[in-house]
């Protein structure tokens, strides 16, 4: 039962391009959605969030984008940096970051080349 | 900036053996979580603890784990009888209303 899906198990860049992750949902009660990163051996960091009111959310080289009707979000991180190479998790959650659980996709594995 | 704290790192355990995995959330933090992650694929919720009792748990979560918040600042988790199926990293997580959860670095459990 995947209700958050990451297609793309890995993803290669040149240093400078963009890089864009891709995740699709299928549950219509999440709204509020979030993007974390996580290196080996470490925890999941949160790294940026939208809620279903927005379609845009921008925090630095970090962009998320939102098509509700699609039930599809991106992640744009624009110029891409050997330093972001790591796995890449979209999780959703029905309330906007309360008590309710987190349901992650299975990650995409960015590689930021030099 | 504040953080959760896991301990052990690693944990190898015989297959029927107790284990309790410990976390010290953030300490402002009022809800509490557990989540695990299987080699190779995603990151699982288990479950959600909030004013000192369960507020959501998922199908894994039966009656073979168990939390608690014993002394108003760890949060644990308890295995009581491991299965080889349980390896997994596991992940406490805490939040404050609002915001997204801040994770541990996780536990790593191996039942051999």
């Known amino acids: 039962d995947q209700q958050v899906k990451q297609n793309s198990p890995s993803l290669s860049v040149q240093e400078g391009r963009i890089s864009i992750l891709n995740c699709d949902y299928t549950?219509?009660?999440?709204?509020?959605f979030l993007w974390y990163k996580k290196y080996p051996a470490e925890g999941p960091t949160f790294l940026i969030s939208i809620s279903s009111i927005k379609d845009k959310n921008e925090d630095g080289r970090f962009t998320v984008f939102l098509n509700k009707s699609a039930k599809h979000l991106s992640l744009h991180i624009v110029p891409s940096q050997p330093g972001d190479s790591a796995v890449y998790f979209c999780?959703?959650?029905?309330?906007?970051?309360?008590?309710?659980?987190?349901?992650f996709g299975k990650g995409t594995k960015l590689t930021v080349n030099p | 900036e504040p953080e959760v704290t896991q301990t052990p790192s690693h944990q190898v355990t015989q297959m029927g053996q107790e284990v309790i995995l410990r976390c010290v959330p953030i300490?402002?933090?009022?809800?509490f979580y557990w989540y695990r992650q299987i080699l190779g694929q995603k990151v699982e919720f288990l479950v959600s603890?909030?004013?000192?009792?369960?507020?959501?748990k998922s199908e894994i979560f039966d009656d073979q784990f168990s939390v608690e918040r014993p002394d108003g600042s760890n949060f644990t988790l308890k295995i009581r009888s491991t299965k080889l199926e349980d390896s997994a990293m596991y992940f406490c997580?805490?939040?404050?209303?609002?915001?997204?959860?801040?994770f541990g670095s996780g536990t790593r459990l191996t039942v051999v």
């Open positions: 999780a959703a959650s029905p309330i906007q970051g309360g008590s309710e659980k987190l349901v």
């Open positions: 300490s402002n933090h009022l809800y």
């Open positions: 997580a805490s939040s404050a209303q609002a915001y997204g959860y801040t």
């Open positions: 603890f909030y004013n000192n009792e369960i507020s959501e």
């Open positions: 549950n219509s009660m999440f709204d509020y």
